[in-house]
């Protein structure tokens, strides 16, 4: 049996050297029943729209000791992306590098320094990431569906080790703030939080990135054509700081497109401007059906 528990305050500290936001760590169990039964209730209702990756796996999504056989722990880490100069019509996690390299190249250095044997996630396996970031005791899944962390809001990725070792302490989920607030809800533009949980079949966010065919003609983009920051905007648990992470910041180029500009992209300079971004995800042609669906400056 191993006896070597990891050192949990060792491991925050150093996950706070490498940019991470938040740290913490829990017992790998199954999910609860609650989050269970939350889950299977979302995905029968179709509220996860064409993303049908999320209806499949359940058994790993449910249990992450079935991800890595024989793990013990989960330490689960928060990455701020908020830039400091935002470039109008796109969400703030796509102004800079692909999150998914930079986040599993950072985790990959907290597994090393934090001397564990297992495997880094980062958005590509059926983890449920905000479950662990709850029971990491990072935040609280809000209305908006979010991760909230107190003073830090939602704009931050979430990543996760999964590792054989046990911990010497674990963290304890935190209690839910969203108290009467509907903020979020109010917020969105397409109501996609009416029904009480996230319908991707109406969040801007889903539809700008994932959705392929033609644009839902009876929704209107006023403020973004790339993903969505509306929600977590609202949320008075918000930070206002921009994050001070270069990989996160746009290029100068990104800076000083108009929407003319926009209009009028060719794909050959969408390549360039997006090399090595996360935009690449709703290629050339859903990102020009996104844009000839945008007005800024539309009432309402
Ligand atoms: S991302 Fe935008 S569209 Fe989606 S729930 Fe939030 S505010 Fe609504
Ligand atoms: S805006 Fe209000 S309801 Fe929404 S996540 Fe933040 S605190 Fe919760």
Redesign the pocket.
């Known amino acids: 049996m191993n006896s070597v528990y990891l050192n949990s305050n060792d491991i925050k500290a150093k996950a706070l050297r490498l940019g991470f936001s938040a740290c913490g760590m829990a017992r790998a169990l199954p999910l609860d029943a609650e989050a269970q039964t939350h889950f299977g209730r979302w995905i029968a209702t179709g509220a996860h729209a064409g993303m049908d990756y999320m209806a499949r796996h359940t058994p790993l999504r449910m249990d992450p000791s079935l991800l890595v056989p024989g793990a013990r722990t989960v330490i689960s880490v928060a990455l701020p992306y908020r830039p400091a100069h935002p470039v109008e019509g796109l969400a703030w996690y796509a102004h800079g590098k692909d999150y998914h390299m930079v986040m599993k190249e950072r985790l990959q250095q907290l597994l090393q320094l934090a001397g564990a044997t297992g495997r880094c996630f980062v958005d590509t396996a059926p983890m449920a990431e905000k479950y662990w970031a709850w029971q990491c005791g990072l935040g609280w899944q809000g209305r908006?569906s979010q991760l909230v962390i107190p003073g830090q809001g939602s704009t931050f990725f979430l990543g996760e080790l999964v590792v054989m070792e046990e911990a010497d302490h674990y963290d304890v989920p935190m209690a839910n703030r969203c108290g009467s607030c509907h903020r979020?809800v109010d917020?969105?533009?397409?109501h996609?939080?009416d029904s009480g949980w996230?319908d991707a079949r109406?969040?801007?966010?889903?539809l700008t990135i994932e959705h392929r065919g033609p644009w839902p003609e009876p929704l209107h983009l006023k403020e973004a054509f790339y993903g969505?920051?509306?929600?977590s905007l609202a949320c008075p648990h918000a930070s206002h700081a921009p994050c001070g992470d270069a990989a996160f910041q746009p290029s100068e180029a990104l800076l000083s497109m108009t929407p003319s500009d926009w209009h009028s992209l060719t794909e050959e300079q969408y390549r360039l401007l997006f090399k090595g971004s996360a935009v690449k995800r709703a290629k050339y042609d859903g990102l020009m059906r996104n844009i000839r669906a945008w007005n800024p400056s539309a009432g309402g």
């Open positions: 908006h979020c917020a969105c533009p397409s996609a939080l996230l109406r969040c801007l966010s889903y969505c920051d509306q929600c």
